[in-house]
């Protein structure tokens, strides 16, 4: 029987999976963290948790959580999890969607306790970022952890969003330019 990677003590087969796990990526072993940082490896391992050539992969339940708060008329949206293709960038996308259907033109999205995005979720992100625009509504990122900023920095993706230190500042520049 396989084990999840949280258990603490690996039986036989999970040490023979974890071989040919570790095989399957030759002299580096698992992936590298700038490759996982920016989406190149976004297969999960059953066994070390990381890399996802062992023969058994454990299924994820959603790994996204969307807190959502109305301050001073401002949409502030926590997100905690991953921001990754499948029901994760769906459920953030059908929710800024609405708001934005609903009349709602200004959001912050809460990236604190986003600890990983792939390909997908950036691509979820920049749709909502054009949708936002075309129907006169603005979307600031704000609270990003050094992987997600990194990741932004990569993708050159940091020149189209406006990013803000804190949810604090967002919601401050938003005030500002309401009073302005």
Known sequence: MLRSAEDSKPGIPEVYALKKCLGKLGKRGACDPDAQAI???????????RCGFAAAAREVSMQLKLTKRNVDGILAIECNGRIVFGEESALLREQVKQ???EGQKRIVLNLAE???????????LVALHTTALSAGAT??????????GDLLQVTKLLTVFDVRNSEYDALESFRKEAAA
């Open 99 to 101: 708001a934005i259907a």
């Open 39 to 49: 989406g190149w490896c976004s297969k999960f391992c059953a066994i070390c948790g």
């Open 139 to 148: 979307i600031k990122l704000a609270n990003l952890t050094k992987r997600v």
């Open 114 to 124: 986003v600890n990983y995005i792939d390909s997908g979720g950036l691509g979820t």
